[in-house]
């Protein structure tokens, strides 16, 4: 029985449930609590509550996995998530990655093949393959997927070397990969470039953000490529808004494409960008449906009401997500 590793350890993938491929439970970089947090807007105790309430309401309204995509970059931090899955039922599976939209971090610049410290095998591919592998510092918590950014700025130096240490980490292990992108830059379409060029297989590739575009031809080549399309920020009506991408997704599942398309909200149970209660009120009043229930309460009955079938939200929530997390 193939297993997918999870905060709590190993889970069969049958038992992965209804799941939302792109969530975060904690965006929170260390540099910010350690330099301008404390005592100020970070209270600990109270945001590890916080961020338990939310997924009990999640897995109450019939969620079984959140899949977080919160790596290096948005402030990864495995002993909090830890603390989090272990009072809540909800599944939460984590990533390995890098998360820039230009840059590589300094940390990696002056190592690497042909770098200052020439060394035969890129450290970062060494570093995700260790989080994949063995597991994430010493937490004992094994990433069981990779996740990295190809934003409006294309492939920088930076963000082509991330990806194709992406792309080699996932040959070497057979882990699936996610891909934050940009799609008014339609930059979906040099993720597949380069995953082609790379190997990689890519019916076990998710398009982060694919959901942003109504872009039928763009969302349909990511799709005939084999790429699985993320309509994974609902509730984010600046980038589209529900009814747009409730019309799109319709569409592609009618086409036969619901085989090829995974939902989620890209919420997080606390983000640092909208650290303050006046930053958080802000938000709320300008996405007022970015919330963690917002695909079960209000999606879900819009899809079926466009004619999506039971068996084609399966598919989006079990089916995929599953097929994702299994060995090829
Ligand atoms: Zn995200």
Redesign the pocket.
Known sequence: MPTVPTVRGPLDTADLGRTLM?E?VFVLSTEHVQNHGTGDWWDEEERVADAVTKLDELAALGIDTIVD?TVWGLGRHLPRVQRVAAQTALNIVVATGIYTYDEAPFQYLNRGPGRLVDTAVDPMVTDFVRDLREGIADTGVRAAFLKCVVEAKGLTPGVDRVLRAVAAAHRETGAPITV?TNARAQTGRLVVQVLREEGADLTRVVI?HAGDSNDRDYLRELADAGCVLGMDRFGLDRYNTTAARVDTIAELAAAGYADRMVLSQ?ASCFIDWFPDEEARAALRRSAPNWTFTHVPTDVLPLLRERGVTEEQLDQMLVGTPRRYFEPA
């Open positions: 792109h975060h995509p934050h982060g890209d």
